[in-house]
């Protein structure tokens, strides 16, 4: 099969590799679209604490049963499947808690497993066994299932967050993930969404999730522009979808009385320390939360937004690229003139 090898930082080659067979509770998907994200930017460039090269990545993918081993029962051959990325052991405290994402001992596709950037891709019992493989609605496409995986990542967040009814919520950072979580609180009922960006490009291309006010810090105030769309209250869910300390210093000043902030985005890890005013969260009675990925649920949830229509895959999808380009999707990614990028093997 063809696949695009990280052989070690920056040394990525596309050529022949053997084409995986299932083995008993094992899948062979063969690989029909499989979306950039910035961390598979981020592991071409420094590696990753998490990743032993040589490595296939790409974790945001959907595909077609190739072949099932023994013993697996309910998938055949032929059908359009989209994989979680991140597998829980089903095991731990956490997982037997229900919080897979945290699960102690969490594998990831494109990390510890071969990924998507490939012709096929080989998922262990494990992915199996976990409820990590969905079937895809019939009206989405390839490409716009691969779209679960962030997606999943982001409904995980407002889970966490509680963004619920009538509520006013400001994002931070206008990427597709930023634009994810726009849409997603719009569907789970916020009244209004502010979506601000420091680019002006990019606040332009997220005008498709129709936020209510789109802000550009550097020109606005933004918690003036929170309160004018807010009778005079500031918001009650900031989002900060960007790895900025500077975001996350800014969003404690944007959250009214008993809001809550999350921070989506993780910072550099040679500089992931910022100074808090701790008295905004005294005082407010503020709720401050992380998020770093998604339960399998969480990915099935995603494929069922995006097969109702509620969020659009189309919306997200700037360009697609053959496997054979990877190093050019890698790049067009990695500029942020588009949302999202997908490779088709
Ligand atoms: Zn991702
Ligand atoms: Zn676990």
């Given at each position: 099969?063809?696949?695009?090898?990280?052989?070690?930082?920056?040394?990525?080659?596309?050529?022949?590799?053997?084409?995986?067979?299932?083995?008993?509770?094992?899948?062979?998907?063969?690989?029909?679209?499989?979306?950039?994200?910035?961390?598979?930017?981020?592991?071409?460039?420094?590696?990753?604490?998490?990743?032993?090269?040589?490595?296939?990545?790409?974790?945001?993918?959907?595909?077609?049963?190739?072949?099932?081993?023994?013993?697996?029962?309910?998938?055949?051959?032929?059908?359009?499947?989209?994989?979680?990325?991140?597998?829980?052991?089903?095991?731990?405290?956490?997982?037997?808690?229900?919080?897979?994402?945290?699960?102690?001992?969490?594998?990831?596709?494109?990390?510890?497993?071969?990924?998507?950037?490939?012709?096929?891709?080989?998922?262990?019992?494990?992915?199996?066994?976990?409820?990590?493989?969905?079937?895809?609605?019939?009206?989405?496409?390839?490409?716009?299932?691969?779209?679960?995986?962030?997606?999943?990542?982001?409904?995980?967040?407002?889970?966490?967050?509680?963004?619920?009814?009538?509520?006013?919520?400001?994002?931070?950072?206008?990427?597709?993930?930023?634009?994810?979580?726009?849409?997603?609180?719009?569907?789970?009922?916020?009244?209004?969404?502010?979506?601000?960006?420091i680019d002006e490009a990019r606040l332009k291309m997220a005008s498709f999730t129709n936020a209510d006010r789109f802000v550009n810090p550097t020109k606005e105030d933004l918690s003036k522009a929170v309160k004018e769309e807010n009778n005079n209250r500031l918001a009650d869910q900031v989002m900060v979808a960007a790895g900025s300390g500077q975001a996350q210093v800014q969003a404690?000043?944007?959250?009214?009385?008993?809001?809550?902030?999350?921070?989506?985005?993780?910072?550099?890890?040679?500089?992931?320390?910022?100074?808090?005013?701790?008295?905004?969260?005294?005082?407010?009675?503020?709720?401050?939360?992380?998020?770093?990925?998604?339960?399998?649920?969480?990915?099935?949830?995603?494929?069922?937004?995006?097969?109702?229509?509620?969020?659009?895959?189309?919306?997200?999808?700037?360009?697609?690229?053959?496997?054979?380009?990877?190093?050019?999707?890698?790049?067009?990614?990695?500029?942020?003139?588009?949302?999202?990028?997908?490779?088709?093997?």
């Open positions: 099969m063809k696949a695009a090898l990280v052989r070690g930082v920056e040394d990525l080659v596309y050529g022949d590799f053997p084409t995986p067979s299932p083995g008993k509770g094992e899948m062979v998907i063969k690989v029909k679209a499989c979306a950039v994200c910035a961390t598979d930017v981020k592991v071409y460039h420094y590696g990753h604490r998490l990743i032993q090269f040589p490595r296939i990545t790409g974790h945001e993918l959907s595909g077609e049963v190739a072949g099932v081993g023994e013993g697996v029962t309910g998938f055949v051959p032929g059908e359009r499947v989209q994989v979680a990325a991140a597998i829980p052991c089903g095991e731990c405290y956490y997982c037997l808690r229900g919080v897979q994402a945290m699960c102690d001992d969490l594998k990831a596709i494109g990390y510890h497993y071969n990924g998507g950037f490939a012709e096929y891709t080989l998922l262990p019992e494990r992915i199996l066994r976990n409820a990590c493989v969905n079937r895809i609605p019939e009206n989405l496409s390839f490409e716009e299932a691969a779209l679960a995986e962030p997606l999943a990542c982001v409904i995980n967040g407002q889970e966490i967050s509680g963004v619920g009814f009538g509520d006013v919520v400001v994002v931070i950072g206008a990427g597709p993930i930023g634009c994810m979580h726009t849409q997603v609180a719009r569907t789970k009922g916020a009244r209004k969404v502010i979506l601000a960006d404690l000043q944007l959250a009214a009385k008993r809001g809550a902030i999350n921070f989506f985005g993780g910072l550099p890890k040679n500089q992931p320390t910022v100074t808090l005013d701790t008295n905004l969260i005294h005082y407010g009675e503020l709720k401050v939360v992380g998020t770093h990925g998604s339960a399998p649920r969480h990915n099935s949830l995603a494929l069922a937004v995006l097969g109702s229509g509620a969020i659009k895959g189309t919306d997200y999808i700037t360009k697609t690229y053959g496997l054979s380009e990877i190093k050019e999707a890698l790049q067009f990614a990695e500029k942020g003139q588009g949302l999202k990028v997908i490779v088709k093997p």
